[in-house]
């Protein structure tokens, strides 16, 4: 048990740190956290419950949109705004900014997570693959339709106020924003796998038809869970939004093919179905597509179509599940065949 | 808002448009029905759900337009993209296709998003992110006063595709290996208890798809154009197409195909063309939650 609060205790001393003994990878830091956020959320309905959705970012890009929207309603008129010409200056105080960022990005949560409500409602009746897809073809959708709407910027996107302070603070700021999140999503997801919602949530993934038969309202687990994880991802589009100043709907916010996969990447890389596979693969493949990105430019998309092959293919337990079968003692579990070699 | 309306006002004042928009829909459907039909092919034999489809395509577009470049007749394109897709198609097997076949439908999505995403890039570095398209030297046909015009390169490319399609279909009934492909989609372990090779089979189907979408990118090149990052909506259109039409319903795929290009033209028309992927996408949605009520019926009559 002690061990297991040094580990702890360690791990969030440095969490804390950080951003301080490496200060030149705040805003990569930043990014992680951002990872790790959309790895664990996905994994509470992909992992968990087995319904694998390729559309999760459509509550990344909603939740920029959303959280960029009311901070934005708070001081000015938000068509006026969006479609002003660079002679106009909008200027934001400071109780403006941290009003509109702390309601943004709480709206965003709570905008998103209805959205999943309404989407899963319609979406949850298709299975297997058919989700997938379904899934993918709403995020398509939405960014399209936002592309093409006129009063939130259209295609040009929205551009939101600077942290008003300095800008080293500000990549501070957003680290421990981000930071604060990702752990209360961790926290949330341990939590709640280890209570009868988890167990139900399991049930559904294994043998959804039986799980119905025992008298759960598999629809209305399927709902909550996604409608929680789209919080979560919602608030981290919101943190996004601010973070990133300016934001277009195709390639920042809804997008698809670029976070909307690594989300799952992540996932299958560090181990479905786990506590700590989300986390430890969004580490893994951050640095991955860090490394790539930098040092086999124009090659990084190949790279990681690679990547994404030869997890899916060769390496289908992923790193926790490697490791819970090499190392089982770690995980408690007990092997017999290997304490009867120990004793021998 | 208004705008829409007056396009479709447009629509009803002057009827000849109706049908100019649906033979435009109809020549470029029937290329959608062809990749289509190859994804239901392999959905239904080794039930792999292929998302590289639309990048096949695009690839067999490029080997055509690669050649035509050559100084190498357009049309000899079209058997070119078949055979160099062959060996694409049947590489990716052996290395990655026949390892997730007993494995979960979402594996397999995955995969072969991923390669997909190979494919694109590897494409766009080759040649490059512009659009492309081969012009082909033939006249142009016009009927009723001008209003419709038909150009024989897009004409000779939809009588291409039925070949194509005839051709397919005749040895799917006919040959040995078209009948052991049918054996193995109905039961794959009775084929190998009758002696098929059910490995070679897969490995043949998903080579003759992969060609399939080759040669139909090979015809998309002349009447349309192409673009490295185009082929994810072409596999979007496929799964709308088989989705529709459900597998191993052939004439439905068809019908499917050249539905949803009639209906993609007419998107374009009364939205505009911003909208056109938009259109592809929620055409997908609608045709799903179609499905989703009349799985619901089955459901509750079962009760």
């Given amino acids: 048990m002690s061990k297991r609060f040094v580990f702890y205790g360690v791990l969030i001393a440095f969490i804390l740190i950080a951003p301080f003994i490496l200060p030149d990878f705040k ?3 930043a990014t992680l956290w951002l990872m790790i956020i ?4 996905w994994d509470m309905t992909g ?11 459509f509550f990344y890009g ?9 901070a934005i309603a708070i001081a000015f008129d938000v068509g006026e705004y969006t479609n002003a010409f660079s002679d106009t200056i909008y200027k934001f105080t400071d109780t403006q900014y941290f009003l509109g960022a702390a309601l943004g990005v709480l709206g965003a949560g709570v905008f998103c997570a209805l959205c999943a409500l309404i989407i899963g409602y319609i979406t949850f009746g298709l299975r297997g693959p ?3 897809i379904g899934t993918l073809g709403v995020a398509i959708a939405g960014g399209e339709l936002v592309s093409n709407w006129d009063w939130v910027g259209g295609g040009q996107g929205i551009s939101l106020p600077v942290y008003p302070y300095d800008l080293e603070g500000g990549k501070v700021f957003f680290y421990f924003l981000f930071a604060g999140t990702g752990v209360a999503a961790f926290v949330f997801a341990k939590w709640l796998y280890s209570t009868r919602f988890g167990a ?13 038969a025992m008298g759960l309202h598999t629809m209305r687990y399927k709902l909550i869970a996604w409608s929680l994880s789209a919080f979560f991802v919602g608030i981290a589009g919101g943190i996004s939004a601010f973070q990133l100043i300016h934001f277009e709907p195709l390639e920042t916010a809804y997008q698809t093919i670029n976070l909307g996969i690594f989300m799952v990447v992540c996932v299958l890389l560090g181990g479905k179905g786990t506590l700590w596979g989300p986390v430890v693969g969004a580490i893994v493949f951050h640095l991955f597509k860090e490394v790539t990105w930098n040092y086999f430019l124009g090659w990084q998309w190949v790279a990681l179509g690679t990547l994404i092959v030869v997890t899916v293919v060769y390496f289908r337990d992923g790193i926790m599940g490697w490791l819970v079968r090499v190392r089982p003692e770690w995980f408690g579990i007990r092997v017999e065949s290997r304490e009867r070699e120990a004793t021998s | 808002m208004d705008q829409f309306l007056a396009n479709i006002s447009l629509l009803f004042e002057f009827p000849i448009v109706n049908l100019k928009i649906v033979i435009d829909g109809v020549m470029i459907g029937a290329l959608f029905a062809l990749s289509a039909y190859g994804l239901a092919l392999v959905w239904g034999v080794m039930n792999v759900k292929n998302l590289a489809q639309g990048d096949f395509v695009i690839a067999g577009g490029y080997v055509a337009w690669w050649l035509a470049n050559q100084g190498v007749h357009p049309l000899l394109g079209v058997p070119a993209a078949f055979v160099v897709l062959w060996i694409l198609g049947w590489v990716i097997y052996k290395l990655v296709i026949t390892r997730v076949i007993e494995r979960d439908l979402f594996t397999s999505l995955l995969a072969t998003f991923g390669i997909a995403i190979i494919i694109a890039q590897v494409l766009n570095l080759l040649f490059g992110s512009d659009t492309q398209s081969i012009a082909l030297k033939y006249d142009t046909l016009y009927f009723m006063d001008g209003f419709i015009d038909v150009p024989i390169a897009k004409l000779l490319g939809v009588l291409m595709a039925a070949a194509l399609a005839t051709g397919v279909i005749l040895f799917m009934k006919w ?9 193995t989609a109905q039961d794959a372990r009775a084929a190998r208890v009758l002696g098929i090779n059910t490995e070679k089979v897969y490995a043949f189907t998903f080579s003759l798809n992969s060609a399939i979408c080759g040669a139909a990118g090979a015809i998309v090149v002349m009447v349309w154009v192409i673009q490295p990052f185009y082929g994810i909506t072409h596999s979007i259109r496929a799964f709308v197409i088989v989705t529709a039409a459900g597998l191993g319903n052939l004439p439905g795929v068809i019908a499917a195909g050249l539905g ?3 209906l993609e033209q007419y998107g374009a028309h009364i939205f505009g063309i911003g909208y056109q992927q938009a259109v592809a996408v929620l055409l997908l949605l609608i045709v799903l939650l179609i499905r989703l009520v009349q799985q619901k019926r089955v459901r509750k009559s079962l009760q």
Wanted: net charge negative.
């Fill in chain 1, 38 to 41: 959309v790895a664990i959320t």
């Fill in chain 1, 47 to 57: 992992g968990q419950m087995g319904y694998n959705s390729l559309g999760n970012i």
């Fill in chain 1, 200 to 212: 139900a949530l399991n049930a559904i993934r294994d043998d959804e038809e039986k799980a119905e």
């Fill in chain 1, 27 to 29: 805003t990569q830091l």
């Fill in chain 1, 130 to 132: 058919y989700f997938a």
């Fill in chain 1, 62 to 70: 909603t939740g920029m949109y959303v959280a960029a929207i009311i």
């Fill in chain 2, 175 to 183: 040959s040995r290996m078209g009948q052991a492909i049918r054996a």
């Fill in chain 2, 260 to 262: 949803i290009g009639a």
